[in-house]
């Protein structure tokens, strides 16, 4: 029984910086000496950022008065305490959430008594009631829609929650699930003049994606992304288990993203993918070079690259993942589901989709999807409502 994803819609903060701008407030620092300046404009300029989204404003407010992390009149960053930093994420999260969620519903074919599961995700803050608790009252859902969350496992997190979206569809034919996965890693900026400090405050943005899955046939016309097979792996014991890591500090949480990351990945990708593609006998012979399309997380442009040359892939397979990094940074675990969105749109019936996450362990996370376009004998309940969404756009 095939099990679809069938829209995805975003949500992000409302300031957006320059990368430069960003550049700029962490090479101001004292903490950082000539050298460690010197590697941050490196860092930066070198990304193949352009510019991130951010929770916090401050660093656009140059003429006001002191905020939670920045003084702008002494140009400092100053170091709220994890709590105060929590404090924001519930309140902020909590809003994109809802909106993605609301997002991802109205533009589907599907009504808010559809959903019979909410599964959230994130890496960047915890509260109870949750995210999913706010989703279910926002949305008026039903209060016993099945409620769950993907908490503290990093940049490849979406995928533990599609497998498991995907699970309850095949349990039940009839299952819609939301997924809705949300960071606001600049909460956790800092700066200081060890190299994974500045690589992370280099990279990584907030954002939050939500997506709509089910087995329900599609109506007639509709896009959808087959989500076909799904593996994941880990490179051998005492490979890449220190070159990153995420954990709570008293001021925030803080990252581990060593530069030896991206050919820890070139050196296991070939062999990591081997799993997921025989799954698909067609691909017996032309292995990843039978698959015509790719959705790579972009943890930095150097992990991209490393992936491309790798795997031999064309700047035009690698072009929607580093044109996400491009206009928004990496976005932990929603930035996989902001690249997607854009292949749903795209890809053809029947073409693959090759999607990858990587994460602490050293971990990666793969899927096997595949384009589908809905026929004429969809599901009529369902073509109905498309038609009316169609009549509406």
């Known amino acids: 029984m095939p099990v679809y994803l069938h829209n995805i ?36 300029n070198a990304s193949g950022i352009d510019q991130r989204y951010s929770v916090v404003r401050e660093f656009a407010d140059t003429d006001g008065e002191a905020g939670l992390f920045y003084d702008p009149a002494t140009e400092r960053m100053l170091t709220p305490t994890t709590g105060q930093r929590n404090i924001v ?10 909106e993605a969620a609301r997002k991802v519903l109205e533009d589907s074919p599907f009504e808010a ?58 349990a039940d034919p009839d299952a819609a699930v939301l997924v809705v996965s949300a960071e606001l890693c600049t909460l956790h900026m800092r700066a200081a003049p060890d190299p994974d400090t500045i690589i992370a405050a280099s990279v990584f943005a907030d954002g939050c994606a939500a997506a709509l899955v089910s087995a329900r046939p599609l109506a007639a016309g509709q896009r959808a992304l087959r989500m076909d097979h799904f593996e994941t792996t880990l490179t051998p014991p005492g490979v890449g288990e220190a070159e990153m ?47 015509e399309h790719w959705a790579v997380h972009p943890g930095g442009r ?3 690259d490393k992936v491309q040359s790798s795997l031999k892939l064309s700047d035009e397979q690698m072009r929607p993942s580093r044109e996400i990094l491009r206009q928004y940074g990496n976005m932990s675990s929603a930035t996989i589901l902001f690249i997607l969105r854009d292949l749903l749109k795209t890809v053809p019936e029947g073409e693959r989709v090759c999607a990858m996450a990587f994460g602490p362990g050293l971990t990666v996370e793969m899927g096997l999807l595949s384009g589908a376009v809905g026929t004429a004998e969809a599901d009529p309940v369902l073509a109905g409502r498309q038609g009316e969404l169609a009549g509406v756009r």
């Open 9 to 44: 819609a975003l949500a992000l903060p409302e300031t957006a910086y320059p990368q430069s701008v960003i550049r700029d407030v962490i090479k101001a620092q004292p903490e950082l000496d000539r050298l460690a300046k010197r590697l941050t404009g490196a860092a930066f």
């Open 245 to 291: 890591a995420w954990t709570i500090g008293d001021q925030g949480y803080e990252m581990v993203l060593s530069s030896y990351v991206p050919s820890i990945i070139e050196a296991h990708i070939e062999g990591a993918l081997s799993p997921l593609l025989d799954h698909e006998p067609a691909l017996a012979d032309a292995r990843h070079a039978g698959v």
């Open 113 to 170: 008594a559809d959903i019979t599961h909410v599964i959230t995700v994130s890496c960047t803050g915890f509260f109870a009631p949750g995210p999913d608790y706010a989703i279910v009252r926002a949305l008026g859902l039903g209060g016993d829609v099945g409620r769950y969350h993907v908490g503290f496992m990093g940049c490849y997190a979406a995928f533990p929650a599609l497998k498991m979206a995907k699970a309850f569809c095949q």
């Open 302 to 304: 150097s992990i991209l």
């Open 89 to 98: 994420y519930a309140q902020e999260a909590t809003r994109l959430y809802v």
